[in-house]
Structure formats: structure tokens, C-alpha cells
């Protein structure tokens, strides 16, 4: 975050576990496996929003 890299980077990681068909080829997130929703945790954290605001937008998830 002190040096910018944080949205850098960000885009270049990957440890989502979704299928083919949910990750267009495996070129997007499937935004519902567990590490998809720990990456958007951390993310949140940093950058000082709130994860379960963002999460609600997202597929299939159960979030109150």
C-alpha cells in the first residue's frame, strides 16, 4: 500500500479455484470459492471498506 503496488499486483495474482466455466478459461475470478472471498477480505482491509458491502454483489453468496 506505501508504495502503490498493492493495485499493481493485485491483478497479477491468482488463487481462485473455480471451474473453466466460471472463470471464462480461468482469465477471471469465479468470485465464490473460498480464496476469491479471502482475497476480497484482505483487499477490504487495505483499503479500508467494507468487505460484506462488496461481497454482497456477488454471485451465490449468502452474506447478511
Given at each position: ?41 484482505a ?22
Open positions: 500500500k506505501k508504495y502503490g503496488k498493492l493495485v499493481d499486483l493485485g491483478g497479477l495474482t491468482r488463487s481462485c479455484e473455480g471451474w473453466i466455466e466460471e472463470t471464462n478459461y480461468f482469465t477471471e475470478p469465479c468470485k465464490g470459492c473460498w480464496w476469491c472471498i479471502e482475497k476480497e477480505w483487499t477490504a482491509e487495505i483499503y479500508n471498506y467494507s468487505a460484506i458491502d462488496s461481497l454482497k454483489n456477488w454471485k451465490e453468496l449468502d452474506i447478511e
